[in-house]
């Protein structure tokens, strides 16, 4: 047992089982998690404007040397209040992004285009017909800011069950 003028803490050299019914209380560690203010273009189906404006997030990085459990953060910048969002479980050397508001000084709009190739016989065998055909889909995002400062953007673009992604 280690005690501090504030602070007891228990240093234990074996797994500890809560019974069923039972409770207990955890530790929280106080540290600065480094990261940056970025934007994240990921839209959501029920977060309104999503679609046509990125999430202003906080893009984190868990070099505290713990994993930092889920739960509420508030963001803050500079002494100011930015907002909140919700941190899901964040493994130690990971990174994450926090969304905590829709941004409507930046507008993206997102062109997609198909393309499909004519298909090509591959072979024939025991009576089998294998075709090879592709079909192609391009997304290219665009983004006017129409903020005072340069800012980061980030896509997040859904990958098609089956498809490659192609850079």
């Known amino acids: 047992r280690v005690v ?3 602070v007891t803490r228990y240093e234990l050299d074996k797994p500890v089982t809560i019974p069923n019914g039972g409770s207990t209380m955890v530790v ?12 994240l273009y990921a839209p959501e ?18 070099d505290t ?4 459990e889920k739960g509420p953060i508030s963001v803050l910048s500079n002494g ?7 941190l899901d479980t964040f493994p130690r050397d990971a990174q994450a ?3 905590f508001s829709v941004d409507k000084t930046i507008v993206v709009e997102p062109d997609a285009q198909w393309s499909e190739e004519e298909g090509s016989l591959v072979q024939v065998q025991r009576g089998i017909l294998t075709v090879r055909r592709f079909s192609q889909r391009k997304t290219l995002y665009r983004l006017r800011n129409g903020g005072t400062s340069a800012t980061k953007v980030y896509v997040r673009h859904a990958r098609w069950s089956g498809a490659d992604l192609v850079a």
């Open 80 to 86: 100011s209040f930015l907002g909140q969002g919700v």
């Open 45 to 62: 189906p029920g977060v309104a404007l999503s679609n046509q404006h990125p999430f202003a997030v906080a893009r984190l990085h868990n």
């Open 4 to 6: 501090s003028e504030s």
């Open 97 to 99: 992004f926090v969304p």
């Open 28 to 39: 929280i560690a106080s540290a600065r998690v480094g990261g940056e203010q970025a934007h």
């Open 65 to 68: 040397g713990f994993v930092l």
